[in-house]
């Protein structure tokens, strides 16, 4: 775990952490899905914090379309749909729970 992932808990000090689990158009859970939650629960037991994990399939392409009708074109988009994902998936999460 990287110290600036450490401060980050420091700081915030959450109750638990969310996960996007990147399932397949499928809805399969494929290779790249068993690693994040390899690594989730690696990082559970180092801080004993509870992970929930969420399907962020078409978060990106959501965040892409989000990001398009707002007039941004793919090159400045850069670094922006990572982040417009994170919050489609964190509502997404926020819904379900409510």
Do not use: W
Request: glycine share 8%; no cysteine; hydrophobic share 40%.
């Amino acid at each position: 775990m990287s110290n600036s992932f450490k401060r980050v808990l420091e700081d915030y000090e959450p109750d638990g952490l969310l996960v996007g689990r990147p399932f397949t158009m499928a809805g399969a859970a494929g290779q790249q899905a068993a690693r994040i939650e390899e690594m989730a629960g690696k990082i559970s037991a180092a801080t004993g914090l509870h992970v929930d994990f969420i399907d962020e399939r078409l978060s990106s392409a959501e965040a892409k379309r989000i990001l398009h009708e707002q007039g941004i074109d793919e090159r400045h988009a850069r670094g922006k749909v990572d982040d417009i994902a994170a919050s489609l998936f964190l509502q997404a999460y926020l819904d379900r729970i409510s």
